[in-house]
C-alpha cells in the first residue's frame, strides 16, 4: 500500500509494520525474524528501509538489546493502529465471503489464565479453527499498558481500571485471608482488620496488589510488608510455613496445601474482574466473537465453586 503526499513520498507498508511491531513486542532482530520466519537480514533491512524512508531512527541497537527512539515511540500507535484496522479489514471481507477467520490478541494475569481460559480456548477452537488466539500474560499494569499502545485487542482487568476504557464486568472474586494453620488466628471463622494490622504481610508485587491496596486503605490498614513476590504459589508457600499472612482472591485459592487456613474477611471484599478494550465497537469480527463465547461460558450457573 502506497500514498503520495505533495511534499514528499511517504511509502505505507504493511509487511514493514508489522516487522517493526514484532521487533518491540520482542524486543529482538532475531526473535522477530523466527516469529514472522524471516531472516534477521531481512527483518534488518526492513527497519532500516522505514528509517531511510522517514529520514530519521525508530530504533537503537546496542549491547543492551533493541529500544524504541523518542520517535519510534511516538509512531509506534499509530502504526499499530493501522494493523488492527488492516486485520479488521481483512475479516470483514472473509466474513462477506461466508469465511471465517483472524487472529484475537488477549492481554491476561495469571488467575485467568490458569483458571478460564484453558477450557475457553479449547472448546473456541472446536468451533473457531481457522481463528488463532494469542496470549500475553502480565499483570494488571502490563495488560493496561498493552490495551493503550494497541499490543491486544482487549484484556482481563481488575475494575475499576486506571485508563478511561470501555470495560465489561464478568465476575465478582472474594479476597480472602491465609494464614499458617499453626497462627493463633487459625482456628476463627473470620477475620476483622483489627486483628492483622501488625502481622507480618506476604503480598503480591506492585501491579498485582491493586485490589489488596485498595481493601487495606479502605479498613484504615497500614500493612506490615514483609515480602514481595510475583508468583501466586510462591506466597502460599511461604504462609505455610508460618513466615507472615496474606490477603488473595478466592479464583487462586484451590488445591492449597492442608497447612494454610482461609478465613473471611469482615465486610465484602473483593475484586471485580471484567474485559477492557479503547472500544469494544470497533473491534474485529473474530474478537467478537470470542467475547461472546466467553460471556457464554461465564454464564453457566454451576461454573463457579466458592470456598
Not at 499498558?145 to 465476575?171: C, M, R
Amino acid at each position: 500500500m502506497n500514498k503520495i503526499h505533495e511534499k514528499g513520498v511517504v511509502k505505507l507498508s504493511l509487511a514493514k509494520f508489522e516487522i517493526f511491531s514484532t521487533v518491540v513486542e520482542l524486543g529482538s532482530l532475531t526473535k522477530a525474524g523466527e516469529t514472522l520466519g524471516l531472516s534477521q537480514s531481512a527483518v534488518s533491512h526492513a527497519i532500516t528501509s522505514l528509517e531511510s524512508e522517514w529520514g530519521f531512527s525508530i530504533l537503537n541497537r546496542g549491547r543492551s538489546g533493541i529500544h524504541l527512539t523518542s520517535n519510534g515511540e511516538r509512531l509506534l500507535k499509530y502504526i499499530r493502529e493501522i494493523l488492527k484496522w488492516n486485520e479488521e479489514m481483512v475479516q470483514e471481507i472473509a466474513n462477506i465471503n461466508g469465511l471465517e477467520i483472524g487472529t484475537v490478541r488477549i492481554g491476561t494475569i495469571s488467575s485467568v489464565s490458569i483458571h478460564w481460559l484453558p477450557e475457553i480456548m479449547k472448546m473456541f477452537n472446536e468451533y473457531h479453527p481457522s481463528i488463532e488466539v494469542k496470549l500475553l500474560e502480565g499483570d494488571y499494569d502490563d495488560v493496561e499498558h498493552w490495551i493503550a499502545t494497541g499490543l491486544v485487542d482487549f484484556g482481563f482487568v481488575s475494575l475499576p481500571t486506571s485508563q478511561n476504557f470501555e470495560v465489561v464486568p464478568l465476575k465478582k472474586d472474594r479476597m480472602l485471608c491465609i494464614l499458617s494453620d499453626e497462627h493463633p488466628l487459625a482456628e476463627l471463622n473470620e477475620i476483622r482488620f483489627e486483628m492483622i494490622k501488625e502481622e507480618p504481610l506476604i503480598k503480591s508485587k506492585k501491579g498485582s496488589d491493586n485490589d489488596l491496596i485498595r481493601i487495606l486503605k479502605g479498613n484504615n490498614v497500614s500493612p506490615h510488608i514483609k515480602y514481595e513476590l510475583s508468583d501466586d504459589q510462591a506466597i502460599i508457600s511461604m504462609v505455610g510455613n508460618g513466615l507472615g499472612i496474606s490477603i488473595l482472591p478466592e479464583m487462586v485459592l484451590h488445591r492449597i496445601p492442608t497447612n494454610v487456613r482461609i478465613l473471611k474477611l469482615e465486610g465484602e471484599n473483593y475484586r471485580t474482574i471484567g474485559i477492557a478494550a479503547t472500544s469494544f465497537k470497533t473491534l474485529a469480527p473474530a474478537t467478537k466473537k470470542f467475547i461472546e463465547y466467553l460471556k457464554s461460558w461465564l454464564s453457566e450457573p454451576a461454573r463457579f465453586n466458592t470456598i
